[in-house]
């Protein structure tokens, strides 16, 4: 959650009414926000510091922390939280927002140069026309753009903004991507013009803009925006120009936002402007900007235009548990900064049954009617809302599955295993090659883009998580005891999906000795615990056993395994797995031989056996392991 910190003396003057710290948490809590702390600067800073001495020009005036949902970017600034409350309170209806074209002049225009595209291809562009700032608007006019760029632009990886004096500027402007050492200026607050690659050495050690040089700093060409007489604007998305800046007598604002995703360029246009443009000589109205792109094409931004949704009256009090009328609920919304209203044509408020909502372009997280639902549920308050139990015969029943995922859960954690909870995600190694087994291409799904080299495969065995996890805690005493009980995927074209899990269990020992025997007396205990009996090897084939109920050990050859330490566990059910039912996923084992022939209803389940060394070196671990690995869909 972001924390906003806003002067507690401004927003109890905007809100038109003083409040005690516990009313105002409790104002906010009906809101869907909460005060974390009633506090000062100074006292934040005495804290962090554990000292007074270093604090004494600090101020003391009173300032809130108010933490704010992440997808509610209209509330990172003071003017959008004593907006929303002061609506939420019914003293003022929703703001209208209108984008105006100038009568007397054309719309100043943004040219996209086509090498952009190596880089940030996309622009949106706004201005804020006869603007007054004072100390605090403008300080929060910042400070909202630094919130941006921590949130939604993803610490500027996807989209960064610049604001610039427009008055200080010439139009049309273009945005261009040229070799660093063709893009020279003189960077903010500061007095010496530096080309690209000079820059990034002088900023290489900043606290601030340090962090944002490797976005850019490896990429043949350097975005950058310019204006009519080739004067530098910014170099997103590390600094804006010295000359462009913006002041407390700036009166005219240029907004341009590059980016990665035009969607997230345009929702930070529109929280900017629509937070600020009530500072305008015309509250709430902003000049669009007309964007060229490479291929021709024309985009007027932006239009302020809201989107209108409608959401079913029976849905919202259905999925609230409530029973609103269509009135109450326009009201509710309305509350919440969404004009609402009931269809047009409507003689009969009581049998309406949806309402329309008209989204303004500052509420960029409604998505769906669920987000209108969740609105009417805050504005309603969550404490009001009746406890009552589902209608149906059965409450969250387990599934099958779950629950004996647990018993045994349990059973091995009471003989002395601890549970890890590794990622799903391996790399195509650790699942193949460092086990010491061929990847046959039909049974792993692969990522078609992963983010690394750790993350290829979604894994087909439990081992190389727990193999994984033993070696980053090796510095432990020994002996290392540790299971997994979770999901394995497997690729399936009989699923609609074409993949399929499985619910594995996997346990390993580590020690100065293999642990063989532990391990083979888990397999038992488990076994015990699900009562399944043991079926003795001298009876496996005998005729008057075929019907019965257990499961039984074979010895076998497996890579992963060493050599005549290595056994297969074989399951004997009442009858054999239907089609839908799991399948024997260990294709690469030993066929048994002609000798020794199952009957079709046993299937085999899983291995056991002390690890191989050339799979103990490729995981790092430097002291014999023994593991478990058996598919427990089988026993339910």
């Known amino acids: 959650m972001p924390t906003v910190n806003v002067d507690k003396e401004n927003l109890y003057n905007a809100l038109g009414k003083e409040y005690s710290t516990d009313d105002f948490r409790e104002l906010c809590f009906e809101f869907g926000i909460e005060l974390e702390e009633d506090t000062s600067v100074k006292e934040m800073a005495e804290r962090m510091t554990g000292t007074t001495a270093a604090t004494d020009d600090l101020s003391d005036r009173a300032v809130l922390k108010i933490d704010i949902p992440a997808n509610r970017y209209d509330l990172l600034c003071f003017e959008g939280i004593s907006r929303a409350l002061n609506v939420f309170l019914q003293r003022v209806r929703p703001p209208t927002y209108r984008a105006v074209v100038p009568a007397d002049r054309p719309l100043e225009r943004m040219m996209v140069h086509p090498e952009t595209a190596r880089i940030r291809p996309f622009v949106a ?3 804020l026309r006869n603007i007054h700032f004072t100390q605090d608007s ?4 910042i400070d909202l753009q630094d919130k941006l760029h921590q949130n939604i632009c993803r610490k500027r990886s996807l989209a960064s903004m610049g604001t610039h004096d427009l008055d200080t500027l010439k139009g049309p402007f273009t945005y261009e991507a040229r070799a660093p050492r063709d893009v020279r200026f003189v960077p903010l607050n500061q007095t010496q013009e530096m080309n ?10 900043d606290k601030h803009l340090g962090k944002y040089l490797p976005i850019i700093r490896d990429s043949p060409v350097y975005p950058v925006v310019y204006d009519r007489d080739h004067t530098v604007c910014s170099l997103p998305p590390i600094i804006n120009s010295d000359h462009s800046k913006i002041t407390l007598a700036t009166r005219n ?6 980016a990665t995703d035009l969607t997230k360029a345009q929702t930070v246009v529109h929280t900017l402007v629509g937070m600020f443009s009530q500072y305008c000589d015309v ?4 000049e669009p900007v007309e964007v060229v792109m490479p291929d021709g094409s024309r985009t007027v931004f932006p239009t302020m235009e809201p989107r209108r949704m409608t959401a079913e009256v029976a849905y919202i009090n259905a999925a609230i548990g409530v029973q609103l009328t269509p009135d109450q609920i326009v009201e509710y919304l309305n509350r919440m900064s969404l004009p609402a209203q009931l269809p047009a044509g409507t003689t009969d408020s009581a049998a309406a049954t949806e309402v329309v909502v008209d989204v303004p ?3 960029s997280d409604i998505l769906h009617a669920c987000d209108l639902m969740e609105d009417v549920a805050i504005a309603y308050g969550y404490n009001r809302i009746p ?4 209608a149906c015969s059965t409450v969250a029943a387990p599934f099958p599955i779950n629950k004996l995922s647990d018993q045994i859960r349990r059973e091995l954690a009471l003989s002395g295993f601890s549970e890890i909870v590794p990622l799903i995600l391996c790399s195509h190694d650790e699942n193949f090659k460092f086990l010491r087994r061929t990847d046959p291409g039909t049974e792993a799904v692969l990522l078609a883009n992963p983010k690394t080299v750790e993350y290829q495969v979604v894994r087909t065995s439990l081992l190389p998580g727990v193999l994984k996890t033993i070696h980053q805690n090796r510095r432990y005493a020994l002996p290392l005891q540790v299971f997994e009980v979770s999901d394995v995927v497997f690729k399936d074209d009989t699923q609609e999906r074409r993949a399929r899990n499985e619910r594995h269990v996997c346990a390993l020992y580590c020690g100065k000795a293999s642990g063989f025997e532990t391990i083979h007396g888990l397999l038992d205990r488990l076994m015990q615990m699900m009562a399944v009996p043991y079926i003795p090897s001298a009876l496996v084939d005998d005729p008057s056993t075929q019907s019965q109920r257990g499961y039984f050990i074979r010895p076998a050859d497996h890579p992963t395994y060493f050599d005549g330490r290595c056994a297969e566990i074989y399951y004997r059910g009442p009858r054999a797995p239907s089609a839908t039912a799991p399948q024997p996923h260990f294709t690469d084992l030993t066929p048994i031989a002609n000798a020794h022939k199952v009957p079709i209803e046993t299937n085999r389940v899983g291995l056991f056996g ?5 799979v103990l070196v490729n995981f790092g671990i430097d002291y014999p392991c023994s593991a478990l690995e058996f598919n427990l869909e089988y026993f339910l």
């Open 283 to 286: 509250p709430f109205t902003v």
């Open 253 to 258: 604002v240029l907004i341009e936002v590059t």
């Open 387 to 390: 406890k009552t139990f589902p």
């Open 361 to 363: 372009v500052t509420r």
């Open 138 to 141: 403008y300080d929060s006019f």
């Open 125 to 127: 562009c706004a201005i």
């Open 196 to 205: 690209g690659e000079e820059l990034m050495a002088f900023y290489e050690n």
């Open 610 to 614: 002390i690890i191989h060394p050339e």
